[in-house]
């Protein structure tokens, strides 16, 4: 077994410097596919850890904002170029510590590079408007600026793209950050920011602190010089810290659960319909919130696109994520396939009908991970827990409909409302879906699971605060607006 002293272990990074907790305790993180594995260590940081970072930040806020959005552009233009030089190091650590396969991996760490070359460009673009004013002699217009210091909040299951999609806009517009990642992939947030460190942005700008969210999520929140939080996570927490920000009239984003649908009518291309059904609800093991966890299909061609489905599905590879070989990787860790294995348990008891995996893989190879085959239920109704609630793993339920009216309904019928896809030729169809879906993100003959990072991102009902993420609408939440009027 690996041990501390065998691997390395991660400090904050606070004002441009690493540094131990005042706690002197360190949180160990494991391999998902062999828990015998440490991938590395991170600090379990305290309150008046919390505050230094808060205080270098709101000062290094005060040199940033005044740079122009050109300099700035050129710091994430830099830190691009350097994520990218690292990119097979960063890749090869998110697989270990997070479980994903080392393609997906590599993908989302160039997806991370593409975000921030793309915010760089950010800015060079309008930030303000002229406003005709009623008094002809006077100049009037509105301008964008900086809220200051944003805690960042991010998830284990994107350990590099999410705090990127957050950290690149709060930047590029003039904030400094302070970026508290999940403890199950702080490693891998660590050795993003050691990529950072090498870009050279001025002191307090960008900040990284580990700790438990009830100290440091929780902390952010409270703290009263934290003048926005952006966060990613699960609905009770992520509502916990809305309230709390919002208590103290600070400025909150929240994105959360999703509960996806994948409608499939009975004049479409079923074998696109099927693929996309396993790539939207089984790639990186359903720890997606866009997965597709329920297919909804109309009877004519339930029976087969059943079939094929499971003909497709028993091909699938599943072991380590480094294997490249392997198509489906472990559970993240031994807590989230308790809930997995949890979650197949209640189907069962509720009367769903298990038609494929529900166990583990039989190979002694994989004995010391936490893996689910992918699994399968059919006879799925909709009052059923395991088409209500969230599962975050590699599990689809199979709902069967008469019409298309009829699947919207069912694809309604829970609080969520992040990710919805449905695959048909019929315009009739299309048009209804877009229209009465309430879903923030509507895709046609495509998989639920999918982000442009040019495009706005945000979910509806339970899923979101309902702002939005990435590309231009990010400035709506990373800035507030200033109206000034000028007269001679």
Known sequence: MSTIAETKTYLNYVNGVWQASSSSEV???YNPANKNELVGSVQSSTKADLDKVVDVAKKGQKTWKNLSGTERGNYLFKMAQILEDNLNDIAETLTREM?????????????????????????MREIGGVIPASDSSALMYSKRVPLGVVGVITPWNFPVAIPIWKMAPALIYGNAVILKPATEAAVTAAKVMECFDQAGLPDGVINLITGKGSVIGQGLAEHKDVNAVTFTGSNNVGNNIGQTVAGRGGKYQLEMGGKNPIIVADDCDIDLAVDAAISGGLKSTGQKCTCSSRVIV?????????????????????????????????CSSESQYKTVRGYITKGIEEGAELILGGDTPESTDLKDGFYVNPTIFDG???????????????VLALMKVETVKEAIELANDVEFGLSASIFTKNIDYILTFIDDIEAGLVRINSETAGVELQAPFGGMKASSSQSREQGQAAKEFFTTTKTVFIKG
């Open 27 to 29: 949180v160990p993180s």
């Open 99 to 123: 479980g994903k396969t080392l393609a997906e991996a590599k993908g989302e760490t160039s997806r991370g590079v593409a975000i921030l070359r793309y915010y760089a460009g950010e800015g």
């Open 298 to 330: 109309q009877s004519s061609i339930y029976a087969e696109f059943k079939e094929k489905l499971l003909e497709k599905v028993k091909d699938i590879k599943v072991g380590n994520g480094l294997d490249g070989t392997t198509w489906m990787g472990p």
């Open 380 to 394: 799925v109704s909709s009052s059923m827990t395991i088409a209500q609630e969230e599962i975050f793993g590699p």
